[in-house]
T-cell receptor, first 113, second 112 residues
Framework: KAGVTQTPRYLIKTRGQQVTLSCSPI?????VSWYQQTPGQGLQFLFE???????NKGNFPGRFSGRQFSNSRSEMNVSTLELGDSALYLC????????????FGPGTRLTVL | ELKVEQNPLFLSMQEGKNYTIYCNYS?????LYWYRQDPGKSLESLFV?????AVKQEGRLMASLDTKARLSTLHITAAVHDLSATYFC????????????FGTGTRLQVFP
């Protein structure tokens, strides 16, 4: 069974731009979560989607948003990029929210110049 | 707010030695996970611990959970170079969502 996939793997943007990252969960998984990883703040939860509904949200500004489609694929969007948004963005999927192990994708490395 | 602390942050150990990584968390949780991350790579699931007293072992790694003490340990037996990586514990908030709170990570380096 294929794992979690994320596209693109690497991205370079400039301040003020916006970016959309994509995540395809493991087949059959309905829950998708997003995390930001930085050297300073570590791994921080962004949000979780289950059956196209946002179930939970972390402490990030409104510039960070996401959505989930009917096929469970998810996208996250960051608008008005700041230098501090440079990070590894990880997507994870699980069978059912709050009950099963989360499996992580390879991540998207975002660099904001 | 749930906080998760790991120690040590860095661990340099010789091959063949044993060591333990500690993970403390501040509030009640149903589940605790251990993940491994190699440089530039994603997180690989190692263990999920579901109940008080749970113990799981895979190769040279053994994880345990004491929910009363809010403590989990990851014990490394007879370390080998291939175990060099960063290890994270993550605690599941009991709110029926997938939100995980991660520890700071322990960077392990095993040398000959």
């Amino acid at each position: 069974k294929a794992g979690v996939t994320q596209t693109p793997r690497y991205l370079i943007k400039t301040r003020g731009q916006q970016v959309t990252l994509s995540c395809s969960p493991i087949s059959g998984h309905r829950s998708v979560s997003w995390y930001q990883q930085t050297p300073g703040q570590g791994l921080q939860f962004l949000f979780e989607y289950f059956s196209e509904t946002q179930r939970n949200k972390g402490n990030f500004p409104g510039r960070f948003s996401g959505r989930q489609f009917s096929n469970s694929r998810s996208e996250m969007n960051v608008s008005t990029l700041e230098l501090g948004d440079s990070a590894l963005y990880l997507c994870a999927s699980s069978l059912d929210s709050g009950k099963d192990t989360q499996y992580f994708g390879p991540g998207t490395r975002l660099t904001v110049l | 707010e749930l906080k998760v602390e790991q120690n040590p942050l860095f661990l340099s150990m010789q091959e063949g030695k044993n060591y333990t990584i500690y993970c403390n968390y501040s509030t009640t949780s149903d589940r605790l996970y251990w993940y491994r991350q190699d440089p530039g790579k994603s997180l690989e699931s190692l263990f999920v611990l579901l109940s008080n007293g749970a113990v799981k072992q895979e190769g040279r790694l053994m994880a345990s959970l004491d929910t009363k003490a809010r403590l989990s340990t990851l014990h490394i037996t007879a370390a080998v170079h291939d175990l060099s990586a960063t290890y994270f514990c993550a605690v599941d908030i009991p709110d029926n969502t997938d939100k995980l709170i991660f520890g700071t990570g322990t960077r392990l380096q095993v040398f000959p």
